[in-house]
Nanobody
C-alpha cells in the first residue's frame, strides 16, 4: 500500500555533507510520522531523526546539531552535515501510517 523510495546516499569525507530523500507513495492524508533510522555493521538499527504530523522533531543525541530532518508533503529529507566516520551505516526511511513501512535503505560511507 505504501512504497518508500530513498536516494542521496554515497561516499563523503569527514566534515562533508549529504542529503537523503525519501518519497512515500500511496499516502493521501498526512502520515503519523516520517523518519530515518540507520544500522552500522554489527550493530542494531537505531533512530536517527523523526518528524511527526504535527511537525515536531526528535533527534538522536549523536547527530543533534549536525543533522536536520524536514518534510514536504509525502517526502522527508535528512540533511547531514559535519559527517563523521561513525555515521557510516545503511540509512532506512520509516513511515507510520496505519502501519509501519520501511525503505530498502541507502548506504552512507564516511571516509576518515
Amino acid at each position: 500500500q505504501v512504497q518508500l523510495v530513498e536516494s542521496g546516499g554515497g561516499l563523503a569525507q569527514t566534515g562533508g555533507s549529504l542529503r537523503l530523500s525519501c518519497s512515500a507513495s500511496g499516502i493521501i492524508l498526512s502520515a503519523d510520522s516520517m523518519g530515518w533510522y540507520r544500522q552500522a555493521p554489527g550493530k542494531q538499527r537505531e533512530l536517527v531523526a523523526v518528524v511527526t504530523s504535527g511537525a515536531r522533531t526528535n533527534y538522536a543525541d549523536s547527530v543533534k546539531g549536525r543533522f536536520t530532518i524536514f518534510k514536504n508533503r509525502n517526502t522527508v529529507y535528512l540533511q547531514m552535515n559535519s559527517l563523521k566516520p561513525e555515521d557510516t551505516a545503511v540509512y532506512y526511511c520509516n513511515v507510520r501510517y496505519g502501519g509501519e513501512y520501511w525503505g530498502k535503505g541507502t548506504l552512507v560511507t564516511v571516509s576518515s
